[in-house]
C-alpha cells in the first residue's frame, strides 16, 4: 500500500468502520491489514519522537544513496541514522515534496494536515577527499638581503597544478612533473635570492564559474594543494635563503569569484584574531612554515628591486593570438621592464624608451614571458585541443644596478642554467612516499 492508501485506510477505521470491511469483507485480510497498519503506525510515532528518523531507500549505484525522511532531520541526522560516515560520504542534494495527510482533531474527527518529505541524496567521495594533509614543516626565515647587492631571481611560469581521473580513478596530472623538477634542479643550481612564482599554479577547474566542470576534473582540489606545497617545499629546501613570492592568477582568483557570486559574504569572513581571509590560498595551502609570500588580488602587480634595478611582475590578462603578440603588447603598454605568466608561451622582446633623468634620454625596457611548466600535450584544459604552449622557466639577474634577463627553454625534459644542462628525473617515488594516501 502507498502512504495515502494507508493514511486513508487508518482515517476510515478511526471513523468506525472494521479492518475487515476496509479489506473488501476478507476477515483474514483485514487481520493482516490490522496488523500491517500497527506497524505502520509505530514507526511513524517513533518518527515523529526523533526528528531525525528515516528510512532509507538504498539505490546504491556508482557510489549513491539516496535517503528519504519523513520528518525535519538535518543531514547529520539522517546520515547518523543511516550508518553513514561524512568522511566517506557527503550530502550532493536535498529535495523536498510536499505532501498531505490526516490526524485526529480536537473534536475527535480526522482533519487533513500538509506535511513534507524530504529526500537526501548521498554521494560516496572518492579517496582524495579522506586523505589527510600532513603538517608542514617549518623551516627556518630567509635573511634580507641587501638592496644594492648584486642579486638572482628565478621565474616559475604556471604550473596548473591539478588532475583528471582515468578510468580506474587514478590521478593523472594536469602540471608536468619532470618541468617541476627541472625548476627545483634550477633554484638548487642558481641559489636565487627571490624565487617567483607568476600564478595559475594552482588549475582549480573544479571552482570554475564559467565552465561546466567534466566529472573527471572532480574533486581534485585535495591532492592538488597537497602535491603541489610539496613542490613548493622541495623549492625551499633547495634555496633556503630565497624569498618566495606567489602571484595570484586568474586560476586562484576562481575561489574569491565563486564564493562572491554564489556564497554571498562567506567571500568576505575574516578571521577576527589575524584580520586574514577565512577561505583564501594562504589558508587553503597550509605553507605557513615555508615562508612564502601571498600577493592577491589577481592582478596586483609586484615590483622586483624597485629601487635599483625596477622589473614590474605579474600575472598576465593580455593575450596575444600569435607567438610574439604577447610581449609587443606589454612594451607598448607598459614603459617599464616586465615579466608575466597566463600566456603559457615563451616570448621576449626589448625596446629602447625617453627618459630624460638618464645621460643619454633614454633607456632599455623589456618584457619577458617564460612559457609554462603545465603540460603541453593537451592534457590541461583549454579553448583549443591544440594549443601552442612551450615550457621554460625565467632568470634575472642585478649586475650594477642593471637588470639581466635570460629566457631558458625547456625542451625534451632537459633545461640550460648557466651552461648546465639539467635533465628531469622520476620524482613520482618520492611523493608516493612523503603523500601516500593518495592514488597518484
Not at 638548487?188 to 564559474?209: E, H, N
Request: glycine share 8%; charged share 25%.
Amino acid at each position: 500500500m502507498t502512504e495515502q492508501e494507508r493514511i486513508e485506510a487508518q482515517r476510515r477505521h478511526d471513523a468506525g468502520e472494521s479492518w475487515a470491511s476496509i479489506a473488501g469483507g476478507d476477515k483474514a485480510a483485514g487481520k493482516r491489514l490490522r496488523k500491517a497498519q500497527a506497524k505502520w503506525r509505530k514507526r511513524r510515532a517513533a518518527g515523529a519522537k526523533a526528528a531525525g528518523s528515516s528510512s532509507v531507500a538504498d539505490v546504491s549505484c556508482e557510489g549513491v544513496r539516496v535517503v528519504q525522511a519523513q520528518h525535519a532531520a538535518t543531514v547529520e541526522e539522517v546520515a547518523d541514522a543511516n550508518g553513514l560516515d561524512l568522511r566517506e560520504w557527503r550530502c550532493v542534494k536535498v529535495q523536498g515534496k510536499p505532501y498531505q495527510g490526516y490526524m485526529r482533531g480536537d473534536d475527535g474527527e480526522p482533519v487533513i494536515v500538509n506535511l513534507w518529505s524530504r529526500s537526501f541524496v548521498f554521494e560516496r567521495m572518492p579517496d582524495a577527499l579522506a586523505c589527510d594533509l600532513p603538517p608542514c614543516p617549518t623551516y627556518p626565515a630567509p635573511p634580507e638581503h641587501p638592496a644594492d647587492s648584486d642579486a638572482c631571481a628565478l621565474i616559475i611560469p604556471d604550473s596548473q597544478n591539478g588532475y583528471r581521473r582515468d578510468t580506474h580513478g587514478r590521478l593523472d596530472p594536469l602540471h608536468d612533473r619532470r618541468a617541476w623538477d627541472l625548476a627545483v634542479q634550477a633554484a638548487a643550481t642558481l641559489r636565487p635570492t627571490c624565487i617567483v612564482m607568476l600564478g595559475d599554479m594552482l588549475d582549480l577547474a573544479p571552482w570554475s564559474c564559467r565552465w561546466p566542470t567534466p566529472l573527471n576534473l572532480r574533486d581534485t582540489t585535495n591532492p592538488a594543494r597537497a602535491e603541489l606545497r610539496w613542490w613548493i617545499q622541495q623549492l625551499r629546501e633547495a634555496a633556503p635563503r630565497a624569498r618566495i613570492v606567489w602571484l595570484e592568477g586568474n586560476h586562484e582568483h576562481r575561489i574569491s569569484r565563486l564564493l562572491t557570486e554564489r556564497a554571498g559574504e562567506l567571500g568576505g569572513l575574516v578571521d577576527l584574531e589575524t584580520g586574514e581571509l577565512m577561505v583564501s590560498i594562504p589558508r587553503i595551502m597550509q605553507m605557513d612554515g615555508l615562508h612564502v609570500e601571498y600577493v592577491a588580488p589577481y592582478g596586483m602587480p609586484w615590483w622586483l628591486w624597485r629601487d635599483s634595478a625596477p622589473v614590474l611582475l605579474h600575472h598576465g590578462h593580455k593575450y596575444g593570438a600569435k607567438g610574439g603578440q604577447s610581449v609587443a603588447k606589454a612594451l607598448q603598454d607598459d614603459p617599464v621592464s616586465s615579466i608575466f605568466g597566463h600566456v603559457h608561451r615563451r616570448e621576449m622582446a626589448a625596446r629602447v624608451v625617453a627618459d630624460p633623468r638618464r645621460l643619454h634620454g633614454s633607456r632599455e625596457v623589456f618584457a619577458l614571458t617564460p612559457g609554462t611548466i603545465a603540460r603541453t600535450d593537451g592534457a590541461v584544459p583549454a579553448a583549443s585541443p591544440r594549443v601552442d604552449w612551450q615550457q621554460g622557466l625565467g632568470i634575472i639577474r642585478r649586475v650594477d644596478g642593471v637588470a639581466h634577463e635570460s629566457l631558458c627553454p625547456i625542451k625534451a625534459g632537459r633545461v640550460i642554467v648557466d651552461g648546465r644542462v639539467l635533465t628531469a628525473r622520476d620524482r613520482l617515488p618520492e611523493l608516493r612516499e612523503a603523500l601516500p594516501d593518495w592514488r597518484w
